[in-house]
């Protein structure tokens, strides 16, 4: 038994292990799609420009990794090559500039065929963009000085263009990127370094007030970027502080303060006088007198330098501040203090009557309104400084008064034959309604969104007439002709007018609840019931509706005026006619001067009336505006009447008009920052109003001569 043991403890025991292979695993390599070639599909299948402008916009949201940008320019300049419209190649210029800004990315490698395109380019709006093009290449490639260099003799090249924003970029290309060298030299590549000082001072006096103040703002960001100006730009500074446009004078006096400030104590002589004073004094007097500028932004940059100017002398400083600058600069009153004016009073007593209106009979209501407005009327012809108040306020009672004459008991208690004659007075009051809103709205400067509410309420209640008036016609009509078409219309209308409501809901929202008992705001209880109602019952809710609203109280603005215009040529008092050969034409010069009109560059326009009926309508240039002080705009144009030939001279009426949008004074609600609003209502309503006097002026066109 124990060797039986023993031989087992010193047994071996042994296990035979077979090792699998593993199964080697698969390595995935994750491509992303190729940004060029995608952009080259995409205008491979362009049909028309505006394809590939649209694919050209859709690349542009998307980023681009900076290994691809190089495939991606070299796509885009390719097509450029083949490109023929100019606004296709505007944007493939704007896309080569943002590209070039990309992090990790040298943009030297489009350097040449950047300039090569803009050679060849002769579209003055894409040659603007491609000099934008090389400005961002020339910031990205600070360090190379000769690709810098190759960028300023283009820009230099491109100065005489005709264009005035391609000389803008070039002026701007040189302020960023030209030479900070002292003198001008020879570079290793024998390219002559460019005296940047005088080719940019020498801008100064261009025809386009826009390249001067280019020109300016080049000088400012040489000096900004450490380049010490030359002393001679201080006189061509001191006469442009008499140019005619605030933005070429506000930018002179940063220039006059920057070379003041680098040569204070250099002499210069002093106008029309032997004597010679420091340069810093001479700069200070004349900063001081733009302190009493006709533009405010002039009059504003002025003043913040004037603090700045340290080494003035004492005994000049005390001289210079003279009464004028004082005046200047005494307290003005404010708007609640000039509200105690009896004046003020007066305009505030005559728009408190009007509130008891509910309380008195519909006759008392009427002569209460009409002796309100006449009130009105001459408190704003002798006081000029309340004309715009007043004559606001004046036209928002005329509206309310128009409406309560329309809406009459013994106007509508008619008998059907009788709809069309009475519905002629309410009819006409709706179409005044309209037009009085319109000017309200358009033709006063300082109107706040709490007065817009209110115009609008105003207007939508004129459309509810409208669409009341309508009703009452068809349906006499109807009775005795059974005109189906003018249902059809009636139909129409309580759809829209039903859409308006609710677009008046949406854009004025937050206003809702300051237009409590209003007939707004009766509607949009009844809107559900208004919905699936019928046009009959429809309009016999709204006629109740108007008769019961209350009279909606206006906030008057601090500050309101109103446009105006007068015209200065033709003055309309010659017998001579202008005579022209038929089927030609000639110029007519027209001089106006313009007060408190909003942007006229783009509302202000020109109507010619003609004998038979022809109306001209002419868009001036923005040119050919000028902006002499704060208000104030003149309008120095030239209009071209042709016609056919007459038998004798005849007289045509030249008048100005305010074009208006009825969409630009909505506000911007958050239901229309995501979309579209073509399909609301009052999007596409576009009108002109007539805001200055017709002048009349003799033509006659002459037969041709055989």
């Known amino acids: 038994m124990a060797a039986h043991l023993k031989k087992r403890v010193y047994e071996e025991f042994t296990k035979v292990v077979q090792q699998q292979e593993e199964v080697t695993t698969k390595k995935l390599r994750l491509t992303k799609p190729s940004k060029s070639a995608a952009l080259h599909i995409d205008l491979c299948k362009a049909t028309s420009p505006a394809d590939a402008l649209q694919y050209l916009l859709q690349f542009a949201r998307k980023p681009v990794e900076a290994e691809s940008v190089e495939g991606v320019v070299r796509i885009l300049l390719e097509h450029y090559y083949k490109e023929n419209d100019p606004s296709v190649r505007l944007k493939i210029a704007s896309l080569l500039g943002l590209l070039s800004k990309t992090a990790g990315f040298s943009p030297d490698c489009i350097m040449d065929d950047a300039i090569n395109i803009l050679q060849n380019e002769k579209s003055h709006q894409v040659l603007a963009q491609l000099l934008d093009t090389l400005l961002a290449i020339g910031t990205k490639l600070s360090e190379n000085q000769a690709i810098q260099m190759r960028i300023v003799d283009v820009a230099c090249k491109h100065l005489t263009d005709t264009s005035h924003g391609v000389r803008n970029k070039c002026l701007q290309l040189l302020g960023n990127l030209g030479s900070l060298e002292k003198s001008v030299t020879k570079d290793a590549e024998g390219v002559a370094v460019r005296d940047v000082q005088k080719i940019i001072g020498d801008y100064f006096s261009d025809q386009d007030p826009r390249v001067r103040t280019a020109a300016i703002k080049a000088m400012l960001q040489l000096h900004e970027r450490g380049l010490k100006l030359h002393q001679t730009i201080y006189n061509q500074a001191c006469k442009l502080l008499s140019d005619d446009y605030e933005q070429v004078r506000s930018a002179a ?3 006059i303060w920057v070379v003041s400030q680098l040569y204070p104590e250099s002499i210069v002589p002093i106008p029309s006088s032997n004597e010679e004073i420091r340069l810093v004094d001479d700069a200070f007097g004349k900063i001081c007198h733009m302190v009493s500028d006709g533009s405010w932004v002039v009059r504003v940059q002025a003043a913040k330098l004037l603090g700045s100017m340290e080494q003035v002398s004492s005994h000049f400083l005390e001289q210079t501040l ?17 509200a105690k004016d009896p004046s003020h009073q007066f305009l505030q007593q005559s728009l408190e009557r009007v509130y008891s209106l509910q309380h008195l009979d519909p006759q008392g209501t009427q002569e209460l309104l009409e002796f309100t407005i006449r009130d009105l009327q001459r408190l704003g012809e002798l006081q000029s400084e309340l004309a715009g108040v007043a004559d606001f306020s004046a036209a928002y009672l005329r509206c309310q008064l128009l409406l309560i004459k329309a809406l009459q008991e013994k106007l509508w208690n008619v008998a059907a034959p009788l709809y069309l004659k009475q519905s002629d007075l309410a009819s006409a ?23 817009v509410v209110i115009i609008h309420h105003m207007r939508l209640q004129a459309k509810a007439l409208q669409l009341i008036v309508t009703a009452r016609t068809t349906r006499g009509i109807q009775k005795f002709h059974q005109d189906m078409s003018r249902v059809d219309l009636l139909f129409g209308m309580c759809e829209k007018f039903l859409q308006e409501v609710d677009f008046f809901q949406r854009c004025f929202i937050a206003d809702l609840p300051h237009l409590q008992d209003s007939f707004v705001d009766k509607l949009l209880d009844l809107m559900p019931r208004l919905i699936t109602s019928k046009p009959a019952e429809v309009v016999k809710i709204l006629q109740t509706m108007l008769r ?20 200065i040529e033709p003055a309309g008092e010659s017998d001579n006619p202008l005579r022209f050969t038929s ?28 004998p038979d009926g022809q109306a001209q309508m002419i868009h001036p240039k923005p040119a050919d505006f000028r902006n002499p002080g704060p208000g104030r705009h003149r309008l120095i144009t030239q ?6 030939a007459w038998t004798e001279p005849c007289q045509v009426e030249v008048r ?27 999007t596409g309503i576009e009108g002109t109003i007539p805001f200055s006097k017709s002048v009349k002026v003799y033509i006659m066109p002459k037969p041709t001569r055989r």
Request: aromatic fraction near 6%; avoid cysteine; charged fraction near 25%.
């Open 253 to 255: 006096v940063q220039l």
């Open 322 to 338: 003279d009464k004028k600058l004082m005046s200047d600069l005494r307290r003005k009153r404010t708007a609640h203090e000039r």
């Open 429 to 451: 009051a709706a179409k005044q309604i309209m037009e009085e809103t319109y000017k309200m709205e358009f033709m006063y400067s300082g109107v706040e969104n709490k007065q």
């Open 548 to 567: 019961q609203s209350t009279f909606l109280h206006l906030p008057l603005p601090e500050q309101i005026h109103k446009a105006s215009a007068t015209i």
């Open 583 to 610: 089927g030609l034409v000639v110029a007519l010069d027209v001089d106006a001067t313009l007060e408190h009109v909003q942007d006229p560059q783009s509302t202000v326009k020109v109507q010619v009336l003609y």
């Open 639 to 644: 209009v071209y009447l042709s016609h056919t």
């Open 656 to 682: 100005l008009l305010l074009a208006y949008n009825s969409n630009s004074r909505i506000p911007k609600s958050p239901w229309m920052e995501g979309g579209e609003i073509s399909t609301q209502a009052e």
